[in-house]
């Protein structure tokens, strides 16, 4: 993994790591990765859908299938009730 970090300084183009996610109603949504960030030994995604920036992330899990990361609902209650305690905490700290 590159230690570059991407923000206003870089020198190159960033396309948005764009996924199509289905919804329960069968309605499909352009999600953008807005972030990641890490809980216990387990990896997370923030998505956001692109053509409503402004509506909640929807959170995933992000889990490796031989070379490639897979996105994953989180259907446990307490792994989900763990992941929205950090998510809420690192909100608000970009808050501050």
Not at 15 to 38: I, K, P, S
Not at 65 to 72: A, F, Y
Request: hydrophobic share 35%; aromatic share 8%.
């Amino acid at each position: 993994m590159s230690d570059h970090v991407h923000d206003e300084n870089c020198d190159h183009e960033h396309e948005d790591m764009v996924f199509v996610v289905t919804d329960e109603d069968g309605n499909e949504h352009e999600m953008v990765l807005a972030y990641t960030f890490e809980t216990g030994d387990k990896a997370y995604a923030v998505l956001l859908d692109r053509n409503e920036p402004e509506d909640d992330g929807v959170i995933f899990r992000i889990e490796e299938e031989g070379e490639d990361e897979v996105l994953v609902n989180i259907e446990d209650d307490e792994e989900w009730e763990r992941v929205m305690k950090v998510y809420e905490e690192l909100v608000a700290q970009e808050a501050d």
